[in-house]
């Protein structure tokens, strides 16, 4: 018993990337990183979406305007322009703190469903 316990440990270790591709890790990133789906803002396939809206007082002209809100569009944007926008903070998105390599997954995941 002993013997099957190591060799599938290290088969385990030795292939563990073999038992999800880049895409179904992109796949599973892009809906659901961190408890909240980039395709809820972004899209189903990184096309951009709108989000909502909200009443905003505007003070220089003293009235109340209705802001909507839309999620960019992040499919034809590059690795480098994606890692930049994800590692910054902003005013709607929350953070995720992403590695590299999920960062890449979730790129090389737009590219593949883009025009599928």
């Known amino acids: 018993m002993r013997i099957i316990r190591l060799v599938f440990l290290s088969v385990f270790l030795l292939h563990g990337e073999d038992f999800m591709s880049t895409y179904e890790y992109g796949q599973m990133l892009y809906n659901n990183p961190r408890g909240i789906s980039c395709a809820k803002?972004?899209?189903?396939?990184?096309?951009?979406?709108?989000?909502?809206?909200?009443?905003?007082?505007?003070?220089?002209?003293?009235?109340?305007?209705?802001?909507?809100?839309?999620?960019?569009?992040?499919?034809?944007?590059?690795?480098?322009?994606?890692?930049?926008?994800?590692?910054?903070?902003?005013?709607?998105?929350?953070?995720?703190s992403l590695t590299d390599k999920e960062i890449k997954a979730i790129y090389e995941y737009l590219k593949k469903i883009k025009n599928s």
């Not at 930049?84 to 929350?94: C, G, Q």
Request: with cysteine; net charge positive.
């Open 41 to 96: 803002c972004h899209g189903e396939k990184g096309e951009g979406k709108y989000i909502g809206q909200y009443y905003k007082k505007d003070k220089k002209q003293k009235k109340i305007i209705l802001q909507e809100i839309y999620g960019v569009r992040i499919n034809d944007k590059t690795l480098a322009q994606i890692k930049e926008s994800v590692l910054k903070n902003h005013d709607i998105m929350p953070t995720y």
